[in-house]
């Protein structure tokens, strides 16, 4: 069978997967315990194939892997299981500078990042969202990342579906204020810091500084209690701990997508941030610690698995390697 | 006809010709490789316009009651940045990068001169253990003063890394391969996360098969 011909199979078969999942098989889909071990024993053996063959000397080619990654994030969705999982002291930390604040006190919340940080960044904004309405924060939204203010629209709208009440509860404006992006990056936190004004003569509906009853009474950092950062990258917290924190006396905590974290922890071990939340786990404790499940914790299933799948990797990829160092190859 | 559902078709069959590259490239992938740069570069205009061009200059400077005249030589720098596509006056291109080159750099000197370096050696300079830490609190410390001072030693390349400074080197070469490790390690995290958002949407908001 030449290549152009095992191409064509390999499309139609991803098209009949694609379109019996669709019109096919029941929704939503959930596999029983039985499944389930089923399927992990089967990727088992599928690992111990994949190292028999490599002690031999038949390595797997990388499409293997990137199929072995796939399935190993995607099954869990279906599985029923709970992943024991414990609050690490930095998201502690970030849920008690929020435990901290009197009902009333103003929070910043900087919105930086885009829909493809969605997944990690997500989560922990929509469950502090729902945390804020519920214990009478108030929340001053903005964004240093166009989509930014977009993304926290979302939240508000994740924190009402989750708790209905909240949406009798809160009124714009008054509890709540989306100020929407500003262009500027740094800039624009150096310019808060001298007049919110200047940065945001409007919300992000066009409604002037002034007459938004939650702000018009905020001049500058001084105004502000606590601020909460979700960044992608830059503009994001190391930013906002350059300005905000270290010349504005800002106190703050952040939630990072996991690539940023670790430029993060040291200004938390140097104390210029107060919590930090990393991740997709750093999302998935804040859900758990503010008693507010949401996808954090069911992607964290997903993310470990294939954490596994790439540690066995790395192993059979040790194996090939020691095995050519043997053979003098 | 349902807008939102063609757009849901839409997304996920862009996001599986993108997909599709890891198979090899094909035309798939190209297409929703040229439409997504397209549109980002188009959406980045649009937005950089609006923001920056009128809202920061137009509304700034003409539109409001009181006009902020300094806008004025941010509109001028930006002109003459345009200079670089004539190679007569090309060289005035580099006016407007100096100023952007030269203020960029004061600022940034101060700020991380102050977050990057001095808070950082501040925390760093700190009691072995106090009474009530914990052991692992002074064990913490400790490892904190070795990795400092080993990471110090390897970057001080005028004395030759043998003998005692030799082995101090190669322990802070240790430590560097572990952080590297651990943002590494981080980054992969980071990429499953975004294959994540993209299983989601097309298991979940496509298919409708999570739960």
Redesign the interface.
Known sequence: MNTRMKEII?TVA?VAF?LI??YV?P????FSPLVSNLIIGAMAVVFIIILIRTLQGKYIER?IV?LL??IA??LP??MQFDLPLQVSPEVKATYDALESLPPGSKVLASFDYDP?????LQPMADAFMQYAFENDLKVIIMGLW?QGPQQANQSIEAAFVANPALREKVEYGVDYVNLG????N?FVIVGMGKGFRSMF?TDMNGTPYDSIPLVKNITNFGNIDFSLNFSAGKPGT?EW???G???YKLRMAAGN??????AVY??L????IVGLM????GAAEFEKITGKTG?ATT?LL??SS??LV?IGLIIIGNVAFFREKKGGK | MDWQIFGVWLAAFMTLGIISFLYKDNVFYKAAEAIFIGISAGYWFIVFFWDSMVGKFYVQAIESPEPEHHVWVGLILGILMLARLSNKVGWIARWPLAFVVGATAGLYMMMFFVSNAMVQVQSTIMPLWETGDGWFTVFNNIVIIIGVTCGLVYFFFSKKHEGAFGVAAKIGIWFLMVTFGASFGYTVMSRMSLMLGRLDFLFGTWLEMIP
């Open positions: 390999a991803i694609f999942c669709k098989l929704k939503p889909l959930e499409r990137f990654v796939g994030l995607l969705f279906f493809p940080s969605a997944p990690e166009p992006f500003q262009a500027g740094e003569p190391v701990v350059q300005v924190v270290d010349r997508t996991a690539v940023q974290a670790p040291p200004y071990n140097a104390g210029q990393g991740g997709m786990s996808k992607y997903s993310q294939a954490h790439v």
